[in-house]
């Protein structure tokens, strides 16, 4: 398995995994798939403002993604990216997921952010855990924030520090 930094012809298999998720899991809180041009744009996007777009391959077939954006589209909030990864569920439980995140990590380093958001919804056991396993600390809980499959979904929030620096105009 390698990970490397996507491009524009992954999209489509980004959208199958995204898809899979939409349909048959509450990691996403949507109810509508997507196509394949809106997954170009949304990597069009990530890119134009220098936040990265990983998969993971094996045997020339994208098993897996991961990506950060902002987390709130506030100037104080400039430190602070929200990240999403998802493995396509024939290749779930081979630590797929951890290395996505091991190199999404390293690359909001990089690039200077400070902290790491993730929104996971509260019943995602293994999600939380392999959270916590990389250094993320549940920072909330907050009930009944959402809906799908008929039922009211808790989100837990969580963060990772990714940085010492006191200061934040400093470059770290």
């Known amino acids: 398995m390698i990970i490397r930094h996507a491009s524009k ?10 898809n899979h998720a939409v349909v ?16 170009i744009a949304w990597y069009e996007a990530r890119i134009l403002v ?25 100037d104080g909030f400039r430190h602070t990216v929200e990240h999403s990864v998802y493995v396509h569920p024939e290749h779930q439980g081979k ?17 200077g952010k400070h902290v790491m958001v993730a929104g996971i919804e509260a019943q995602n056991h293994a999600s939380i855990h392999l959270h916590e396993t990389l250094g993320f600390v549940t920072t909330g809980q907050m009930p009944q924030v959402g809906t799908k499959f008929g039922r009211w979904l808790d989100l837990t929030f969580m963060q990772l520090q990714l940085d010492e620096r006191t200061d934040p105009d400093a470059i770290s």
């Open 9 to 18: 012809e992954d999209c489509a298999a980004i959208g199958e995994i995204y």
């Open 24 to 39: 048959h899991t509450a990691a996403i809180w949507n109810d509508k798939t997507v196509d394949t041009d809106n997954r």
């Open 50 to 74: 220098g936040y990265p777009v990983l998969v993971s391959e094996e045997n020339g077939v994208v098993t897996g993604y991961a990506s950060f954006g902002d987390w709130r589209a506030f």
């Open 95 to 111: 630590g797929i997921g951890r290395q996505l995140m091991k190199v999404l990590i390293v690359e909001a380093r990089n690039i």
